[in-house]
């Protein structure tokens, strides 16, 4: 498995602004991906953010809305651009530990936007 | 593509009685099936994981599952539930073949009575 931690844990935004969210990962994986969950909904992935490469968005997410960086196989961030009231969710990074073929969770980022 | 339906919405048990929480997938191979709990205010915690073999999996605070390819089902049992148990529930499924990307189902809330 792996420890995973996100910052921030949650936040209140205005909208027209911009949140970063930061996930910290224990050991060194090359799979990472990030997910929306909007309140009382399941999880949807945005992307996936392996090393070395560009983040693939799925449909219905772009990077203009969502970049995200993936420095080192460590860290990664999900930025959350020109926030509205729509992107109040809850964004949770995950890895997949090299032979693993499974996703472990961070503890998530709860963001409202007013 | 692969979709995951959770049939039941929410759940009512009773602490002591048992729990069982249906999860139906639709993949054309076999896939990798994933049952993870979300606390309230938690993150996603993986319970079991089914990839290939014996169809009944272990996993962890008692909590097991059973694979019928025929039935394209991947149901979570617990004997006796307890009061920490109430939480909400994801199933999910996903594939190598299609980059280890997980889709979710809906999701059940199971609310635990005294």
């Known amino acids: 498995s792996a420890v995973i931690s996100q910052k921030p844990s949650r936040d209140i935004c205005q909208r027209g602004t911009s949140l970063t969210i930061q996930c910290q990962v224990d050991s060194q994986v090359t799979m990472m991906f990030w997910y929306r969950q909007q309140p009382g909904q399941s999880l949807t992935l945005i992307a996936t953010a392996n090393q070395g490469s560009e983040a693939t968005y799925e449909s219905g997410f772009v990077i203009d809305k969502f970049p995200i960086s993936r420095p080192n196989l460590t860290f990664s961030t999900l930025t959350v651009s020109n926030m509205s009231p729509e992107d109040s969710s809850i964004y949770l990074c995950s890895v997949d530990p090299t032979g693993s073929d499974t996703q472990y969770f961070g503890p998530g980022t709860r963001l409202t936007v007013l | 593509a692969q979709s995951v339906t959770q049939p039941d919405i929410h759940i009512t048990v009773s602490e002591g009685a048992s729990l069982e929480l249906r999860c139906n997938y639709s993949?054309?191979?076999?896939?990798?099936l994933f049952w993870y709990v979300q606390s309230p205010g938690q993150g996603l915690q993986l319970l079991l994981k089914?990839?290939?073999?014996?169809?009944l999996v272990q996993g962890i605070k008692g909590f097991e599952a059973e694979f019928k390819r025929s039935q394209s089902s991947f149901n979570l049992r617990k004997p006796s539930v307890h009061w920490s148990d109430a939480a909400e529930y994801f199933c999910a499924v996903g594939a190598k073949a299609a980059g280890n990307k997980l889709t979710f189902g809906g999701g059940t809330r199971v609310l635990v009575k005294p």
């Open positions: 993949y054309g191979a076999t896939p990798y």
């Open positions: 089914y990839f290939s073999g014996d169809t």
